[in-house]
Structure formats: structure tokens, C-alpha cells
């Protein structure tokens, strides 16, 4: 299968010659070119360092109305299903991290607006080197008061593409205390620590030194773009809980999911790059 192949492929130069390869099967598009809002995002950076930051991206106002939105939305711990679902403010006390359902939540046009904002788009295009395909959408609570971190909260790669990476945007102020994202600068290129597992901290900081670990601290609203293929993880929270929504874009769709487009309004969203989420 070709999911399970290309999470086999670990050494730097093959990785490139299958993302070339991928390349050439995706059809070139040009992307709308004024949707949504002006946004700056660094040219290549995303490359260099594994990450960049586009600042202030959302209002208060504009989170309110997004929160209103979901408020009866259910949620679920992908790590507990047993669990089944719960709204927001019934969380079972076991739960790290009460996600939304994608259905739900790629419903929202406000959401599919940051999802698909030219600005992004463009920037993700020039990073994948192709037509980018949203191939996740998601929205999560990270929860504080756990003894342990588990599973995302542990550092990892993601290897879910020959080559992706996912849009932050964080819905609730993100203190040092309330699990703020963690990366490790440079690890998207480096062919260090490449066999798929969790790493402990002290792991890492031998590998990569103390100075290449970067915590995301921003008000909620702030919004950064990240190639989780480096080391990443969400810090458990010890103090608030974290609100986050989450795109990923990527070569391929990701073959392990579920994918179930949604009947949605009529829209102006590329058709290509939404084809996993939006019916046609
Ligand atoms: O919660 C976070 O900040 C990181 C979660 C994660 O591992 C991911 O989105 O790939
Ligand atoms: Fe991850």
C-alpha cells in the first residue's frame, strides 16, 4: 500500500525523489488569487526552519462568532472512542484532547474561509512545490490537569505525505501554562532521529540542543504554518484549556482516513483542493 511504503522511506534524498515524483501526477492549478484576507507569510521560511509565523490572523469578534457556531457541536477522544461523545462542556475527566468531528466542523464557512485564504494557499503551493489538497480539518480542545502526556503530547514526526504541513490558529490565548505548540527548528530537513516513534524530551534536546526548541506563546487568534514532518508536539497544559483549529494540506489525501465530503453551499473554493472535504 502507499501509505505504508512511503512511511518506510526515511533517508532525506528519497524522500525528495518521491515528493518530485508526486509532483508530476498533480494537476496545476491557479489558485484564486482574493480570497479572504491579506496576510504576509515569509517566502521560504516554512522550508528553512520547519515553521512560520503569520501573526494576528483572527479577531475577537470573528473567534466569538466561530465559538457560537459550535456550541453544540459533539466532541471525541480519538484515543478513548469507547468514550463516545460529549459536548465541550461535559468532558470526561480521562479526556487529553476532545476533537471535533471533521464533518462538523468543515460545514462552518468561516472556517473553510481561513482554510482556503489565497494568502495560504499560495504559501502552501510554494512550499509543497504543487497544488496543495486540504487532506485535514480539524478543531480540538487540549485539556489541563493530567498527570502524564500521552500520545500528540509526546514529541513526534508526522509522516503522513512525502511532503505536507498543517496551519495553526489558535482560538484561546496560549500562555506557557495552557500547551502551547512545541517544534524543534530545523528538524523538517534533518535527517536525525527518522525511525516513527514517540520521543522523550531528553531524546530530543540531545539531538537538536536546547536552543532549537520553540514554543508557540501568542494570543488567541494568532495563526503559524508548521511542517510537522520535524519534531513537534502540544505541551500538556497545566493551567487553561487550549482551543485550536487545524488545516493540513499535502500531496496526497492521507491514507489511513476516513474521507466523507460534505454537502456544502454553493462556494467559489477551488474544487480540487477541497475534493476530500467539499462535495463537488
Ligand atoms: O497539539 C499540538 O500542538 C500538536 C498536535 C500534533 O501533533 C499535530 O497536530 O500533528
Ligand atoms: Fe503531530
Known sequence: MG?????????????????????????????????????????????????TEIGLFLSSEEIDNILKKITEFKCFDPFRKDLGEFKSNEIPAQV????????????IKELLDIANNSDILNAVKDFLGATPTISNINMWWSIPGKEQAEQAQLFHRDVDDYKFCKLFVYLTDVEMEDGPHVYVEGSSSSPK????????????????????????????????????????????????????????????????????????????????????????
Do not use: C
Open 3 to 51: 501509505f505504508y511504503f512511503m512511511r518506510m522511506i526515511k533517508a532525506k534524498y528519497m524522500r525528495d525523489f518521491f515528493v518530485q515524483k508526486e509532483i508530476k501526477k498533480i494537476p496545476k492549478i491557479d489558485l484564486p488569487k482574493n480570497n479572504g484576507k491579506l496576510v504576509l507569510i515569509k517566502n521560504n521560511e516554512l522550508n528553512t526552519k520547519g515553521y
Open 96 to 107: 487529553h484532547v476532545a476533537n471535533y468531528r471533521r464533518k462538523d466542523i468543515s460545514g
Open 193 to 280: 532521529l527518522r525511525k516513527i516513534k514517540r520521543y522523550s524530551d531528553k531524546e530530543i534536546i540531545k539531538v537538536f540542543g536546547e536552543k532549537a526548541i520553540k514554543h508557540f506563546i501568542s494570543p488567541k487568534g494568532s495563526a503559524f504554518l508548521v511542517d510537522t514532518y520535524g519534531f513537534h508536539k502540544g505541551l500538556l497544559p497545566k493551567q487553561n484549556k487550549r482551543l485550536l483549529f487545524q488545516v493540513q494540506y499535502s500531496l496526497n489525501p492521507i491514507g489511513i482516513e476516513n474521507y466523507e465530503p460534505i454537502a456544502f453551499e454553493t462556494h467559489n473554493y477551488n474544487k480540487y483542493v477541497n475534493r476530500l472535504i467539499l462535495k463537488k
